[in-house]
């Protein structure tokens, strides 16, 4: 006894002796000191649930900066992505951030997702590291002097929603469908409803689902009255509710969601919109199945290298896409106002420099998002508390059959 | 002195040596500033799981009852130790820091899991086995399931409850602490008379019955303290985050925990503390190794070493080369040169040697298999007709 | 009214789904005394098969997928639970859910995240009982569970397999020396749990036709609670359980405000029942003396 007992301690001094001289070497070090590339991190589910839009985001800015690098970086000196995977689970986040800054990071695009983003934005403020976020969209991600959104916030997005029901389904039987456990949804759902008109709350219908239900027939059975039913909601969900639903329905309903259900003709494979009787719309800033324009190059230039089979492009993956170049633009309008950057900056040097780019009323760009065909003001600029403005189109996927 | 050192049980001290130690390199190198922030979550993280999985192991390493829904009342102790101190943080306008509203909020969570707890473990009384299993299990979900639907004033709902945050140069620090806090309830709690009464039940509860071993009391005050250490690590985890999410308190969660006892060793506190640490450490190393296109592979690693380390555990199979090549005898060979029979002899007789290790075997099949009642109620049931 | 009748259909018919896999952890559970975390993956499995045979025909998909899905079954119980005989109960459970994730990576890795919708056939044609519809897969999902649970309680009760099944379950040793091979019995349990896991799938798909890697797991945790609910380890308490826990579901949904609060109150009314009846609606009670 005597002797285990002493032998372990020794071991243990050791050990104790050895890490102290291993840590104390690296004593408040910049970890970016040595980089030979700008360093863009993102934490996003690349496993799970929402992996998809974790992995577009991902292959999307992988995209951007690549396309950057070729055309020879920053006057020279180049772009490199660090992904890490948070499963959309905010527990992950501080192992995640800290990982890409241990990495290098300098600048980064947040989270994709707003539960997770709400954690990063802590960890965010007290290094003073910049993050443009391309899909949390919660009301809380932005901050206006190192966080910003490339997507419309929740609140946003409920109230142009609602505004567009008050304007257009006056005296129409509404119905909303949400998913209890999804912040997004929920946010969605709960500024939707504060801005509805009262004649249309008097008669609207709200139900819910938790997760990924095996059925949706209750639901479907809930809102088969509704002219208009309301789906803040995501792609693969809302592809089977309305598969459910489509035959309970009166032919003439709409179905109407937001930028959730981008890509709902073509991100789920093997669904065919067409089999929904009723019309389909969203609004959204992005068209994941444009035929023109800067978007439909963007879906182009990502089937070609990625397998769309496995992670479709779609909203997330575009807003990745506009975060990067957007992050190059700011980088190159501070550099003509005689900024030096280098790749060997602290992340908190670039955060100072890109908020104050982003601050400005001036700068503004042109992306694949918020693109209207055709409309010169297509442009994408910042307000002061980081939040995006753009344009909101709505789109039809689907009219009703005749 | 060197008689001080050969009186004292080297194996029930281990665990606080370890920690201490633990905590007093991390407390100077993080002092000087030396440790990357990657480390000090990582231990933030380290020490959640040592507390949960040392009260979960109470529960099910030493009373032998399967507890499937440990995160929910890390739930509760998130939730409502996290709104206790988030609301006197505001109206009181301290610092997020501050180290007694951190302690106040500790204690109300814990008592808030510990009422829970209570509550759980009156059916526990009735129940046996699987069927106690999906009872904790289904008691977590529903925990979650409430949290998740409350409004955004009152638990913050789907949006997350907003806590305070506490420096992360310190909060490791009360983490440990915290750990060595529940290894000495639950060490104590285990040799002391409640401590054998629990185990006693274990083996057999009839037969502990049969002595007046009060099975009720034993049974809520198992219940009661897992909960509430389980609790305390909710309101400390509280404290490394900006929102509490009831997401997180999944099943799964309850099962990463199960795992960390399973694995540890069952009854096996040293053992348990050392898998939840290095579990902990893992998930966190194969999320940086594994990155991009690479991330999918996390889960099938984790799944592999997890059924390669059973198997290798558990097998009847491998159980001789399991026995030529473990920690123990290899810590054998380094310490053994002179074995001291009488001081072996000397131990024997003694009240804190009872064997607090179990074979697996043991647990859960109370109640499930009991070949020789089925059979004997067989022969009763023939006689009823 | 109407509304009534129909969310009961609907009920029924996510009851039968329930049913269908709570038939096949009750088979394991009873025969090898394990709780198979990994059987709501091997619906998972099912599904992707399905889609990858769907191109051929929809008959063809369905056999493949049984088929495989019974390869898969005897190759986990092979590889990762055999071993595992004669420990405890416990480690076999956290093997289990390690070949959960296991299967779920695999489908990550060859199929991606993104939902696949999956549908098998569809049906335009409704029956009509009076003011009531019932669409076809509704009837044949009842049909079919109703039928599989028939034949499985036949089975086992009057077949040699089926008798020696009950032997092994009932004392693995004492079956061992009547002559039983336990391994073979055990193999053929996986067997039949695996297929009835496809077939699950199949309803599944037929009802909500959007498969992920992720798909397996609630109405695997579902399907456990419906089997205890019923007395796990008894085959008609699967049903049971399944249609009952079916029918609170869709009833829960169909009440918007209460619809938030389908789990909780899904697993309240389990706790409820374990608490008035310990060993489930149909379980076997057990006396334990010293």
Partial sequence: MKR?????????????????????????????????????????????????????????????????????????????????NDEADSAKVSATYSDMYQKGMQISLGTVTTGAGIEFKALAEEDNVFYLTPSATGDAIPNGTNGFQMCFTDSNQGTASAEYFNRNFAGKKIGILYQADNDYSVGINNN??????????????????????????????????????????????????????????????????????????????????????????????????????????????????????????????????????????????????????????????????????????DFTIRGVTGECIGNEKSTISWNDDGTVSKNAIKYVVKEANA | MKKFLSTIKWKYYIGYLVITLALAVTGILSAVNALPNSTLYLLEEITIALILAISLSVVVGFLGELSLGHAGFMCVGAYLGGKFSAVICEKFAVSDSNFAVFLLSLIAGGICAAVFGFIIGLPALRLKGDYLAIVTLAFGEIIRNIFLNTSSESFGGALGLPTPRMNKNILFVFGFLLVLATLAVVQNLIRSKHGRAITAIRDNEIAARATGIDITKYKLLVFVISSAFAGIAGVLYSYTKATVRSEIFDYNYSIEILVMVVIGGMGNLSGTMLSAAVITYLNNKLMAVLTGNLAVLQNLVYALILIGIIIYNNAPALKNVREKYNLGTLWAKITKPKKDPAKETDDTGRWDVVPTKIEMDEVLTVGIIKKDIEASEKKEEGKDE | METFFSTLINGLSLGGIYAMIALGYTMVYGIAKMLNFAHGDIIMVGGYTIFLFLFINPIVAIAAAIVFCVVIGILIEKLAYKPLRGSSPLAVLITAIGVSYLLQSFAQILFGSATKFVEIATFEKKLQLGAVSIDIPTIITLVCSAAVMAALSIFVKYSKTGRAMIAVSEDKGAAQLMGINVNTIIMITFAIGSALAALAGVFTLLKSPAITPTFGAMPGIKAFTAAVIGGIGSIPGAMVGGLLLGIIETFSNAVPALSPYTDAVEFSILIIVLLVKPTGLLGKKRREKV
Avoid: W
Avoid at chain 1, 34 to 56: E, F, H, Q, R
Avoid at chain 1, 68 to 79: E, K, S, V
């Fill in chain 1, 192 to 361: 939707f409803k504060a801005n509805l008109d009262d004649s249309l709350k008097a008669t609207m219908v709200e139900t819910s689902f938790t997760g990924k239900p095996t059925s949706y027939d209750s639901q479907a059975e809930s809102l088969k009255d509704c002219d208009v039913v309301f789906l803040p909601i995501y792609t693969s969900e809302a592809a089977v509710f309305m598969r459910a639903a489509t035959s309970k329905m009166k032919g003439d309903a709409i179905f109407f969601g937001c930028d959730g259900l981008d890509g709902i003709d073509t991100a789920v494979e093997g669904f065919d919109i067409n089999t929904i009787k009723q019309e389909v719309s969203y609004l959204s800033h992005f068209n994941s199945k444009a035929t023109e324009g800067p978007a439909a190059e963007l879906i182009a230039k990502y089937n070609e290298k990625f397998d769309e089979s496995k992670f479709p492009i779609n909203q997330f993956g575009a807003s990745a896409y506009d975060c990067v170049y957007a992050i190059y633009e700011a980088l190159k309008v501070a550099v003509a106002d005689g900024k030096t950057i280098t790749a060997t900056m602290s992340p908190s040097e670039f955060c100072d420099i890109l908020s104050e780019v982003f601050r400005k009323d």
């Fill in chain 1, 4 to 84: 285990s007992g002493r032998i372990l301690s020794v071991i243990l001094a050791a050990v104790m002796l050895a890490t102290a001289f291993a840590f104390t070497s690296c004593a408040d070090k910049n970890y970016a000191a040595d980089n030979t590339t700008i360093k863009i991190g993102v934490s996003g589910p690349l496993t799970g649930d929402y992996a998809s839009y974790g992995m577009a985001v991902s292959n999307c800015a992988k995209l951007a900066i690549e396309e950057i690098n070729a055309a020879g970086g920053l006057n020279g000196i180049m772009f490199e992505l660090i992904d890490t």
